[in-house]
Structures are given as structure tokens and as C-alpha cells.
Nanobody, 120 residues
Framework: VQLQASGGGLVQPGGSLRLSCAVS????????MGWYRQSPGKEREAITV???????QYVDSVKGRFIISRDNAKQSVYLQMNNLRSEDSGIYYC???????????????WGQGTLVTVSS
């Protein structure tokens, strides 16, 4: 079971990007899903999470600009990023709280990261 993130790239300020992260292979249960960001010179931070009921939370710096969503049938989480700013640049990691089998408790699994660069 792996997490495969995609969708990063170079975009101008004010532009948009959509990140995707899919869990490969069937798993028993998926709880929360989210995105972390590590900007240059900064620690990795959680920017948004979504629970199994679809309720989302955002860090203040992205509220009103980023939208997280999930597709449970596809075992995927998405991040629509609008009105991007230079300070949004960084490596974006998806994280999924999941159990691979019925005999396991859920644990956090990380994707490999996808680079977002916001620059003119």
C-alpha cells in the first residue's frame, strides 16, 4: 500500500493548482486525510485535514483559498489551491490515517511529497 501524490508544479501568483493523492491497493479503513506543507526554511506544518464525514479544517493562512475534498471510493484526497501566493511554495505531503487490514488499528501514512512553486 502506497500513497501517490501528484499535481505540483510552477504557477504564477494568483494562479491555481490541484493536488491529488491516491492510496494504491485496497485498505480496510480510512479515517482522516490531510495535507502538510514544508516551505523553505520552515518546519512541516499541517494546512488542512478532512475527516471521514467530510468535515474539513484549515490553517488560517489558506482559509478561503484552498479546498480539500476526498473520494472514498477512489481512496483519494484532493487539494484545490486558488489565488496562490509566493509563501505557498513548498513541498506538499498527503497524509492518511488508515488500517490496511481488520486486525490493525489505524496509523498515519505519508505520501512522497509534490513540489509547488509560486513565482512570476
Amino acid at each position: 500500500v502506497q500513497l501517490q501524490a501528484s499535481g505540483g508544479g510552477l504557477v504564477q501568483p494568483g494562479g491555481s493548482l490541484r493536488l491529488s493523492c491516491a492510496v494504491s491497493g485496497r485498505v480496510y479503513a480510512i479515517n482522516g486525510m490531510g495535507w502538510y506543507r514544508q516551505s523553505p526554511g520552515k518546519e512541516r506544518e499541517a494546512i488542512t485535514v478532512i475527516n471521514s464525514y467530510g468535515h474539513a479544517q484549515y490553517v488560517d493562512s489558506v482559509k478561503g483559498r484552498f479546498i480539500i475534498s476526498r473520494d472514498n471510493a477512489k481512496q483519494s484526497v484532493y487539494l484545490q489551491m486558488n489565488n496562490l501566493r509566493s509563501e505557498d511554495s513548498g513541498i506538499y505531503y498527503c497524509v492518511v490515517d488508515m488500517a490496511k487490514t481488520a486486525s490493525e488499528t489505524t496509523t498515519f501514512h505519508w505520501g512522497q511529497g509534490t513540489l509547488v512553486t509560486v513565482s512570476s
